[in-house]
């Protein structure tokens, strides 16, 4: 069975501090993505990134970057000189793609509370 | 505008009495979820659809039920509510299974 483990709960920083948001998954698939998604305050959950088992080309969009690690089963976050506008919670999600019984399914993480301070 | 809609927004409601939460979505996506959202445990998926007619169980499936009889609609029912059904809902969809999912805005039950 697929399974997410975000084991920070809640991570507090200072503005401009970077911040690593950590994501370890487990599936006994070759096959698989992994997500990333963002919940501000506001409450709506916006996409951030998709990768699949394939390609473990790290990844930078601006501020953020995503460590993706097979080795580890690993997917990492990563935000350099976070903002107040960060602030928000970040869920990780992974999706098998053989075939099995878990084929369709997405499993999320419990979620990452990042506050960022000015 | 690309948009999933979930009514109602908020609901209070009472243990037992049959309520439906609807979905629609107007990209012609295959796929469509469910998912709730409780503290601590993050989103766990209810039901999804890879297609018309085609359902499937996710991780807490247990008390609710779904139907796809249309490729725009994917309702949630709760046949028989219970206050541990109490939480935030959220409907999503996407092209298929393996790309972003599209998520409505949410949808607060609570059941007294």
């Known amino acids: 069975a697929q399974k997410v483990t975000q084991a920070q709960t809640e991570i507090s920083v200072v503005e401009k501090e970077d911040v690593t948001l950590d994501c370890v998954y487990e599936?006994?698939?070759?096959?698989?993505?992994l997500f990333w998604y963002k919940q501000p305050p506001s409450g709506e959950l916006v996409f951030l990134i998709r990768?699949?088992?394939?390609?473990?080309q790290n990844e930078i969009s601006g501020r953020y970057s995503w460590n993706f690690q097979k080795s580890t089963s690993s997917f990492n976050f990563t935000i350099t000189a976070s903002q107040v506008v960060d602030s928000a919670v970040y869920f990780c999600?992974?999706?098998?793609?053989?075939?099995?019984?878990?084929?369709?399914?997405?499993?999320f993480g419990q979620g990452t509370i990042l506050t960022v301070h000015p | 505008e690309a948009q999933v809609t979930q009514n109602p927004r908020y609901l209070i409601t009472v243990t037992g009495k049959k309520l439906t939460v609807t979905c629609s979505q107007n990209?012609?996506?295959?796929?469509m979820s469910w998912y709730r959202q409780d503290p601590g445990l993050g989103l766990r998926q209810i039901y999804y659809?890879?297609?018309?007619?085609?359902?499937d169980k996710g991780d807490v499936p247990e008390g609710y039920k779904v139907s796809r009889k249309e490729k725009r609609n994917f309702p949630l029912i709760l046949e028989s509510p219970s206050p541990n059904q109490t939480s935030l809902y959220f409907c999503?969809?996407?092209?298929?299974?393996?790309?972003?999912?599209?998520f409505g805005d949410g949808t607060r039950l609570s059941i007294l």
């Open positions: 990209m012609n996506h295959e796929y």
């Open positions: 999600a992974l999706s098998e793609a053989a075939g099995g019984t878990s084929y369709g399914k997405l499993t």
């Open positions: 990768r699949n088992s394939f390609d473990e």
């Open positions: 659809s890879m297609n018309v007619e085609v359902t």
């Open positions: 599936t006994r698939d070759t096959t698989y993505y």
């Open positions: 999503a969809s996407s092209d298929r299974f393996n790309q972003p999912q599209h």
